[in-house]
Structures are given as structure tokens and as C-alpha cells.
Nanobody
Framework: QVQLVESGGGLVQPGGSLRLSCAAS????????IGWFRHAPTKEREAVSY????????YYADSVKGRFTISRDNAKSTVYLNMSSLKPEDTAVYSC????????????????????WGPGTQVTVSS
């Protein structure tokens, strides 16, 4: 069955950079669009970014625009989230999710639209 596993999380200082990876198995990655979400303690889950199956569409939360970049390497069955200029408020568990369908500027933030989820990777931004 479809499986997603995140990696690349860790402890970084404010202003630092980190690249998260979402490795897919059990399906052909180019048949799926991928979203990144994060969940910080005491906060609700937040949609961070989205990339369509053909790279034609990307979305970012306002809080990360200009700092985060989503990309995909279908040959490696991996989607990346490159994070720079990290802030303490970026601290959260980051999860990736897959959907067979194209989502729009509203629905990409809706978790129920995604079919499969990874377990998440912890990102901590602190001095």
C-alpha cells in the first residue's frame, strides 16, 4: 500500500536552513500531488505547502512564502521541502501527505482531501 516517510528534521538555530524529504513507496509518485503540513504544540495543524503531480502548481502558506521551497524528484520518489531563514515559530512536527487529485487554492489546505500520510519529522528552531 501507499507509504510516506519523512526525514531531515532536527535542531537548527534561528536563521538557519533545513531540507525535509518525503520518500514515497507503494505507488508512482508522479501520479500524486503532495502536501506538507505541520503541527506545533498547542496549535492546530497548518498546511505549509503543496505541489501538483506535474509541477505546474505550487502553494505556500503566507507564513512561509519566500522562505520555504517545495520540489519533487520523481526518479527518487521523493518530495522535498527546503526551509531557510527559519524562525522559532516554525518549530513543529512536519508531515507529508499524498492525493490522487488536483487540489485548488482552497482545498489544498484541507487534510481530508489527502489519502495517505507520513508519521512526521520533528523540526525545532532554537538558540
Amino acid at each position: 500500500q501507499v507509504q510516506l516517510v519523512e526525514s531531515g528534521g532536527g535542531l537548527v538555530q534561528p536563521g538557519g536552513s533545513l531540507r525535509l524529504s518525503c520518500a514515497a513507496s507503494g505507488f508512482t509518485l508522479n501520479d500524486y500531488a503532495i502536501g506538507w503540513f505541520r503541527h506545533a504544540p498547542t496549535k492546530e495543524r497548518e498546511a505549509v505547502s503543496y505541489i501538483s503531480k506535474d509541477n505546474s502548481t505550487v502553494y505556500y502558506a503566507d507564513s512561509v512564502k519566500g522562505r520555504f521551497t517545495i520540489s519533487r524528484d520523481n526518479a527518487k520518489s521523493t518530495v522535498y521541502l527546503n526551509m531557510s531563514s527559519l524562525k522559532p515559530e516554525d518549530t513543529a512536527v512536519y508531515s507529508c501527505a499524498a492525493t490522487r487529485f488536483s487540489l485548488n487554492w482552497v482545498t489544498w489546505t484541507w487534510p481530508l482531501r489527502y489519502d495517505s500520510w507520513g508519521p512526521g519529522t520533528q523540526v525545532t528552531v532554537s538558540s
